[in-house]
């Protein structure tokens, strides 16, 4: 009965966690053109600016969310609460300190941040108060935040990502009053506040209420669970700063090479892949616990059963996106930009990306088997392997061939192909997933879409090559090609790739999501 509970816990907080991440995504989208029509460019680029110097702070505690969600999942299987306890004292004893220091040191560097990034003297008053309060946000969340960690690490992460909805719709519809209302920029700053204070007070409540023995206190603190944040957190941290760097190498070779027109080729022609895989990507943020509690209770069959199924539903998920944007590159960035300069370039970036990204997403079941495992070093082999083959490629394409911004992303795309192929199938052996299982049950759902979609595409393609319309009456072309895409790729991996229990157990799920 645990094990079915299980599995219905984690499908509804894949489904929840998907369509939270699709519903933000289109937030951030609309947003600004609405904010741009009150602030000015200057002023929203200072916002910008904001985020950037965030994302550089935040790097500082990069693996310390994983160490929550990973030991309370252990702990929580264990009936281990006094080490709940313990973990998360000690971790909001680091957190707190860290954010001390950050934030005492970028208010002493604020002259030579103002200056480094030539903020107008009329803009400067204003540029402290929103980075220092952007800033200060941040690091509440980042100690505060240990509460949503704890909910993921219990696996009520459909729950934590509903109060996640709902603080970024209330962070929307403060910006919408406030701008209306002239608080100009700093409508921006005083909703990211509320959005954070009313998340942090609900996860609170929440972990009190999951966890009654829950309690936080200095007494708790201990050296046991120091290492847990420094040996374990500490490798994650490194994973993580490589992750990044690896995530946009692409543009750091293709600027330094080629200039930042191509830079800008690369941004444009990766948006939809991105946005496409970080909404499935979000699927990976239930491996961890779930992996992490199979382990605990020493289940390896219920892990090798969870992470085959969840491969093959990432890959099928992304190949249905990836499989449509590919082929309707062309249309999809005529629709959004108009017929601008560099679009063939930025046609073949697109597609180089969908390939590329989709094997990237796929590696995160197995990173989450190797931290669930307490084997986090384990995760360093795809970065390893993707940085040999990017150095390949370079060098047989500086030897061989000219570099232009396609090249370049050709080159990282097969990096990204070929070792995640290596990793999963280390992995996979590891596991006991023989290599037909993995290639019949994982690879071919994310293959078939698109079979569908250029097909699609080369029959529509004389027609649609010969429209004369405007932008909106494009997407809604788009948008009816799309469903009807879906629609016959989905009903074909039903019909034709589906046993008869997987169509019973889909019919349930879905006349469930319908009751």
Same mark, same amino acid.
């Given at each position: 009965m645990k094990n079915k509970n299980q599995g219905n816990s984690f499908y509804s907080n894949a489904v929840m966690g998907t369509a939270g991440r699709l519903l933000y995504l289109l937030s951030r989208v609309g947003l600004p053109p609405l904010i741009l029509h009150f602030v000015t460019l200057e002023e929203y680029g200072l916002w910008s600016t904001c985020f950037l110097l965030i994302s550089y702070v935040s790097m500082g505690a990069f693996g310390v969310s994983n160490v929550y969600i990973r030991y309370v999942a252990e702990y929580n299987v264990k009936e281990q609460y006094s080490s709940i306890n313990g973990l998360v004292s000690t971790g909001l004893l680091l957190t707190f300190i860290f954010s001390l220091l950050a934030l005492g040191g970028v208010w002493l560097s604020m002259p030579l941040i103002l200056k480094s990034f030539n903020v107008a003297p009329?803009? !400067?008053?204003?540029?402290?108060?929103?980075?220092?309060?952007?800033?200060?946000?941040?690091?509440?969340?980042?100690?505060?935040?240990?509460?949503? %960690?704890?909910?993921?690490?219990?696996?009520?992460?459909?729950?934590?990502?509903?109060?996640?909805?709902? +603080?970024?719709?209330?962070?929307?519809? &403060?910006?919408?009053?406030?701008?209306?209302?002239? %608080?100009?920029?700093?409508?921006?700053?005083?909703?990211?506040?509320?959005? *954070?204070?009313? @998340?942090?007070?609900?996860?609170?409540?929440?972990?009190?209420?999951? /966890?009654?023995?829950?309690?936080? =206190?200095?007494?708790?603190?201990?050296?046991?669970?120091?290492?847990?944040?420094?040996?374990? $957190?500490?490798?994650?941290?490194? =994973?993580?700063?490589?992750? /990044?760097?690896? *995530? =946009? /190498?692409?543009? &750091?070779?293709?600027?330094?090479? @080629?200039?930042?027109?191509?830079?800008?080729?690369?941004?444009?022609?990766?948006?939809?892949?991105?946005? #496409?895989?970080?909404?499935?990507? @979000?699927?990976?943020?239930?491996?961890?616990?779930?992996?992490?509690?199979?382990? @605990?209770?020493?289940?390896?069959?219920?892990? !090798?059963?969870?992470?085959?199924?969840?491969?093959? %539903?990432?890959?099928?998920?992304?190949?249905?996106?990836?499989?449509?944007?590919?082929?309707? #590159?062309?249309?999809?960035?005529?629709?959004?930009? $108009?017929?601008?300069?560099?679009?063939?370039?930025?046609?073949?970036?697109?597609?180089?990306?969908?390939?590329?990204? !989709?094997?990237?997403?796929?590696? $995160?079941?197995? +990173?989450?088997?190797?931290?669930?495992?307490?084997?986090?070093?384990?995760?360093?082999?795809?970065?390893?392997?993707?940085?040999?083959?990017?150095?390949?490629?370079?060098l047989l394409a500086w030897r061989y061939l000219s570099f232009d911004v396609v090249i370049v992303a050709e080159i990282v795309m097969l990096a990204r192909i070929l070792s995640a192929l290596i990793y999963l199938l280390r992995g996979n052996y590891l596991l006991g997933v023989s290599f037909w299982r993995f290639l019949k049950s994982v690879m071919w759902p994310g293959i078939m879409p698109y079979a569908f979609g250029y097909g699609i595409m080369n029959a529509l393609q004389p027609w649609l090559g010969g429209l004369n319309v405007n932008r909106w009456y494009l997407i809604m072309i788009l948008a009816a090609i799309g469903l009807v895409y879906t629609l016959q790729t989905m009903g074909f991996f039903y019909a034709f790739m589906c046993n008869k229990e997987e169509q019973s157990l889909i019919r349930q799920k879905l006349s469930r999501r319908k009751s």
């Open positions: 009329k803009l !400067q008053d204003t540029a402290q108060v929103l980075i220092l309060g952007t800033l200060a946000t941040m690091l509440l969340d980042m100690t505060l935040g240990a509460f949503a %960690y704890v909910l993921h690490g219990l696996q009520k992460i459909a729950q934590q990502t509903l109060v996640w909805i709902i +603080s970024f719709l209330l962070e929307t519809a &403060l910006i919408v009053a406030l701008l209306y209302n002239g %608080y100009g920029v700093n409508s921006l700053l005083w909703a990211f506040f509320a959005r *954070y204070i009313f @998340s942090t007070l609900v996860y609170v409540v929440l972990c009190y209420q999951a /966890i009654p023995g829950l309690k936080i =206190s200095l007494r708790q603190v201990k050296r046991e669970y120091f290492s847990r944040f420094l040996h374990y $957190g500490g490798i994650l941290q490194l =994973s993580g700063l490589l992750s /990044i760097f690896m *995530y =946009s /190498i692409e543009r &750091l070779i293709a600027g330094h090479l @080629s200039g930042l027109a191509a830079v800008a080729v690369l941004d444009l022609g990766q948006k939809f892949p991105v946005m #496409a895989s970080q909404v499935f990507s @979000s699927m990976n943020a239930n491996f961890l616990p779930a992996i992490t509690e199979a382990h @605990s209770l020493g289940k390896k069959e219920e892990i !090798q059963r969870m992470y085959a199924q969840g491969l093959r %539903y990432l890959n099928l998920f992304n190949g249905l996106a990836m499989g449509f944007l590919a082929p309707f #590159a062309t249309w999809l960035l005529a629709a959004w930009m $108009g017929h601008a300069d560099h679009l063939d370039n930025t046609i073949m970036v697109m597609v180089c990306a969908c390939a590329g990204y !989709q094997l990237n997403v796929l590696t $995160g079941p197995l +990173s989450a088997y190797f931290q669930g495992i307490n084997q986090p070093a384990r995760t360093f082999g795809y970065l390893g392997w993707q940085m040999i083959f990017i150095i390949v490629g370079m």
